[in-house]
């Protein structure tokens, strides 16, 4: 359309057009209001003509594209949004576990668990595993047992974290005799002086008289009187034995029960300092001090640690307070060495009965 007769269309609806160019100005005005009226006609029939050409199934197939392209935008938009909150989940899942070295601690609870409640049991660095995960943690253990001078591979545990909160482990023996997993009275091998026998081995010194020469035997000793760690090496004075473990006195073996009635497992210590500085056990101080400093780190995880390790009560708070009031004393332990040798200790009136652990051919 020009300019001119736009101009010439304004002219005519202002009134402002002399009669004779008014009438052409309708004329034309009168064509372009029958094209308007053949177009709309035209795209009235072509669409109508459209819709009735197309079949049910083209239809159906057209609505099934247009589901499935709306379903497949929906789920990329929801894995993008999942790709974005993961990495940043799993940055606050690390400042979680590495604030104020929660991570360390968490990690320490199960080795010292151990250590104090799995008698003649040790672990090495190189086995211990931890993986992260989003708000989970979980450490992986090889546990050894000292029999006569060889470390024999017991099996492992697998302990998993849900934020600080630790499951009951997963525990894989690969020993002949493993403890457990719930003890009870009639598991027990080690006995305070006062404690009644409920699991006595009848046979213990004679099954070490039938050993062959040749053999290596861990024994658990429960002795008569209560003594103090470091005079336990006059019991074994003379002979070519080591002790590996004290089972130490907390006020509560004499019943063997905890505070709440149950069965109360063993707590003690190594008897031998552990050479590598990583341990618990280490040189750097006497294991009766280390022992002391386990014991008070565990009480501000006494949850964790009760859920780690296979005694269901530990009474720490109890138990620390009587080793202060009254002193470290042992009423036993396991000792390792030569099946004879261990067999010259029958007649020590200082000790009131044994359980066999593992045996193992000779290696002292």
Not at 89 to 115: C, F, M, N, R
Not at 195 to 219: C, K, Q, S
Not at 325 to 331: D, I, K, M, R, W
Not at 352 to 364: D, K, M, Y
């Amino acid at each position: 359309m020009s300019d001119d007769w736009k101009e010439q269309l304004q002219k005519y609806y202002k009134g402002n057009l002399p009669e004779e160019e008014a009438e052409e100005v309708e004329k034309d005005l009168e064509k372009l209001s029958a094209y308007q009226e053949v177009i709309s006609e035209e795209l009235e029939a072509e669409t109508e003509s459209s819709n009735e050409d197309l079949p049910p199934e083209k239809i159906k197939r057209i609505l099934d594209d247009g589901i499935r392209n709306a379903r497949f935008s929906l789920a990329a938009y929801v894995i993008m949004i999942l790709l974005l909150i993961y990495p940043i989940l799993t940055v606050t899942s690390y400042i979680y576990y590495g604030w104020h070295q929660k991570a360390e601690d968490l990690i320490q609870v199960p080795i010292q668990t151990i250590y104090i409640t799995e008698p003649n049991v040790s672990l090495e660095e190189m086995d211990i595993e931890r993986t992260f995960g989003l708000f989970t943690f979980e450490v992986t253990m090889d546990l050894y047992k000292r029999v006569g001078k060889s470390d024999i591979k017991q099996g492992d545990w697998e302990v998993i974290y849900q934020y600080d909160d630790a499951e009951f482990p997963k525990r894989n023996y690969i020993s002949e005799n493993p403890p457990q997993d719930i003890p009870y009275f009639d598991t027990k091998k080690l006995y305070h002086p006062e404690a009644r026998i409920t699991n006595r081995d009848m046979d213990a010194w004679d099954t070490l008289d039938r050993l062959p020469e040749g053999t290596v035997a861990e024994v658990y000793v429960s002795l008569n009187d209560l003594i103090q760690p470091g005079n336990a090496k006059e019991i074994i004075e003379g002979l070519d034995v080591e002790w590996r473990w004290y089972a130490i006195d907390t006020g509560l073996e004499a019943s063997g029960k905890s505070l709440e009635g149950g069965y109360l497992a063993p707590i003690g210590y190594p008897a031998q300092p552990d050479p590598d500085a990583w341990s618990p056990y280490n040189n750097r101080e006497p294991n009766e001090e280390q022992f002391m400093e386990s014991l008070v780190f565990l009480k501000d995880y006494e949850e964790q640690a009760t859920n780690i390790a296979h005694a269901k009560w530990l009474d720490l708070e109890h138990r620390i307070d009587y080793i202060k009031n009254n002193g470290l004393n042992t009423y036993g332990g396991v000792i390792t060495g030569p099946a004879k040798e261990i067999l010259k200790l029958k007649d020590n009136e200082s000790i009131r009965t044994i359980s066999i652990g593992e045996v193992r051919l000779w290696n002292w």
